[in-house]
């Protein structure tokens, strides 16, 4: 698979090191330096949010990518997802009610890729695109919708919808986490993610 981003500068938006690390060895391989982007506040703990960028910092560093963090507020991110899960309703179901891969992921992205945006308009980016696009757990087309969505804002920006299980990436990102001893975590990030997470192992 040869890459073709629709843009020179590319942002990626990096949920994780073992959903980002195939895909950052081939953006290098193929002469793209894309600049990395950490923004998930949807991780329920800041303790959570720093050991998961622990493990990427020197993973990209090897690299020589950039890895740009952007403000962890998990307060705002839960304030973000419930007004657009409610609608204002006052009866509107909680959070954690709402099933992996609903309309509660859907917003959670909508939050991170929205930040993504914002800063690639504000440092001149053209191309943006997502880690979120690697992992099966996740819903291709919410991620692509929210990144589609996020870059309509900005007339400069285009987002890169790849699959990035494809072309031989899938193995080898269980292969990088496995010679790299990443700490590859259980549940996406946010508390109704472990939640279920913890249910499944039941």
């Not at 705002?76 to 009866?91: H, I, T």
């Not at 929205?114 to 099966?136: I, K, N, P, V, W």
């Not at 975590?185 to 249910?199: A, I, P, R, V, W």
Request: glycine share 8%; hydrophobic share 35%; with cysteine.
């Amino acid at each position: 698979m040869t890459l073709n981003p629709p843009g020179q500068k590319i942002l990626l938006h990096v949920c994780c090191a073992p959903c980002s690390g195939a895909i950052i060895e081939k953006m290098v391989a193929e002469g793209l330096r894309p600049t990395l982007f950490w923004s998930n506040s949807n991780i329920c703990t800041a303790e959570e949010n720093a050991r998961r960028l622990d493990v990427l910092k020197p993973y990209a560093a090897e690299f020589g990518v950039p890895v740009v963090e952007d403000e962890y507020d998990h307060g705002k991110w839960l304030e973000y997802v419930g007004a657009e899960l409610s609608g204002g309703r006052a009866d509107a179901p909680s959070l954690g009610s709402y099933p992996e891969r609903g309309e509660r992921c859907a917003a959670c992205f909508r939050f991170r890729l929205m930040r993504a945006a914002h800063y690639a308009a504000a440092e001149g980016f053209d191309c943006l695109t997502t880690s979120l696009a690697s992992s099966r757990w996740k819903s291709l087309e919410q991620v692509d919708e929210a990144g589609r969505a996020a870059a309509s804002g900005v007339p400069s920006l285009v987002y890169w919808a790849q699959n990035w299980r494809k072309g031989g990436l899938q193995p080898r990102r269980n292969e990088i986490i496995k010679e790299r001893n990443f700490y590859n975590q259980t549940f996406c990030g946010c508390e109704f993610s472990l939640d279920k997470s913890h249910e499944n192992n039941k």
